[in-house]
């Protein structure tokens, strides 16, 4: 069954800081990865170029690090955003040239990326030393890109399979709010949502808090590519926090509703009912 929306979750432990408002960010940094025969196969300069361009501020890119490479990036400084582009730990079984991949991993690398009932977990291809494609299970990943001592405002996913469990363990370990995808997307469309919403967010009359800028993205995606996936938040607190803490500072605004979506009622669609939007 086609499912096409948003959801937004929020922990039910709300310790990743007070009811404040995130500012757009001025330092960010941009995560991309095709490591070894993948190389060939991605090209994510369009992506870097919204994604830079939306925010407008310092963009910081690393292309394709080690896994310790970006446990230590992620630690040199604190990062106010994270986006992360690349290709999961589903996906790449796709690629004939890789078939086989999780075959050949060492025992130690599969009792990390591979549960007790032999299913792959959700993750990432990275690399490190001498293994070209390192599959990095969710919680690896969450680790090296999260630093608890300066955890991010946010941190976005652009990777098939990132909203259940990537995204969440991303706001457990001290990521204010997270963004990934349920199953698959248009990669284009992908990007044109991410440059979407820091568009929302970060224009000088841009939207007053993550959550809206997330709905403001949403409904502007009008587009007969967009089915069979849900576009997921997660929220380290209460989303309702966060409108109450905008609401008190945004700017009375006249501008109309953009574009909504497939499967979206016409209109604004209320935070409240950002977990029900779908078709």
């Not at 939306?54 to 230590?72: D, N």
């Amino acid at each position: 069954r086609n499912v096409t929306g948003v959801q937004t979750c929020a922990l039910p432990i709300w310790n990743n800081g007070p009811a404040v408002l995130p500012t757009p960010p001025s330092e960010v940094l941009f995560v991309e990865s095709a490591p070894g025969r993948l190389h060939d196969e991605y090209d994510f300069d369009s992506e870097r170029v919204r994604i830079g361009a939306a925010v407008g501020a310092h963009v910081e890119e690393v292309k394709t690090p080690q896994l310790s490479e970006l446990r230590r990036i992620v630690r040199s400084q604190p990062w106010h955003v994270v986006h992360v582009t690349g290709i999961d730990t589903h996906q790449v079984t796709r690629y004939p040239a890789l078939d086989g991949l999780y075959d050949d991993l060492a025992q130690t690398v599969r009792r990390a990326v591979i549960d007790g009932d032999g299913r792959v977990r959700d993750g990432m291809i990275l690399r490190e030393g001498h293994v070209a494609e390192l599959p990095v299970s969710y919680i690896e990943l969450a680790d090296a890109l999260i630093d608890a001592t300066h955890p991010p405002s946010l941190v976005t996913l652009n990777l098939y399979h990132s909203g259940a469990r990537t995204a969440r363990e991303l706001v457990t370990r001290g990521a204010h709010a997270a963004m990934g995808f349920l199953d698959e997307i248009d990669d284009e469309l992908a990007e044109l949502f991410f440059q979407a919403f820091y568009w929302a967010w970060c224009r000088p009359d841009g939207a007053m808090a993550i959550p809206h800028a997330f709905v403001d993205a949403w409904q502007s995606m009008a587009d007969d590519r967009l089915h069979g996936t849900s576009i997921v938040i997660w929220m380290g607190r209460s989303v309702f926090d966060e409108v109450w803490a905008a609401d008190r500072v945004a700017p009375a605004t006249t501008t109309a509703a953009p574009a909504v979506a497939p499967g979206l009622a016409t209109g604004v669609l209320p935070i409240d009912q950002i977990g029900r939007a779908h078709v």
